[in-house]
């Protein structure tokens, strides 16, 4: 098992950029590929990002491709997600969680971190 922390969020214009961190305790972190989700106000979550175990291989959702970069430090055990030009859109709750390779679905979820955009 895994247990995630998520921080960094908070508020931001509309242009400007934040860095989301996401840290990682219990089981080797490496082994898990990691996903970044969000959730806005009256929505379903949805996908954001993924990173493979080692962060040679990384996915994006076209509403953030180009803007949104994901990453991970497997020595700190940490995810991070990097996020530029944000837009008013982007305002949402962010969630990190793992998948474990043996799995087909993200089985570890963090509690989640605020992002608001203004315009």
């Known amino acids: 098992q895994v247990q995630l922390v998520e921080s960094g969020g908070g508020l931001m214009q509309a242009g400007g950029s934040l860095r989301l961190s996401c840290a990682a305790s219990g089981d080797t972190f490496s082994t898990y590929y990691m996903g970044w989700f969000r959730q806005g106000p009256g929505e379903d979550r949805d996908y954001v990002a993924y990173i493979s175990g080692s962060g040679a291989h990384t996915i994006y959702a076209d509403s953030v491709k180009g803007r949104f970069v994901i990453s991970r430090d497997n020595a700190k055990s940490t995810l991070y997600l990097q996020m530029n030009s944000l837009k008013p859109e982007d305002t949402a709750v962010y969630y990190c969680?793992?998948?474990?390779?043996?799995?087909?679905?993200?089985?570890?979820w963090g509690q989640g971190t605020q992002v608001t955009v203004s315009s």
């Open positions: 969680a793992a998948r474990g390779p043996a799995s087909y679905k993200y089985d570890f």
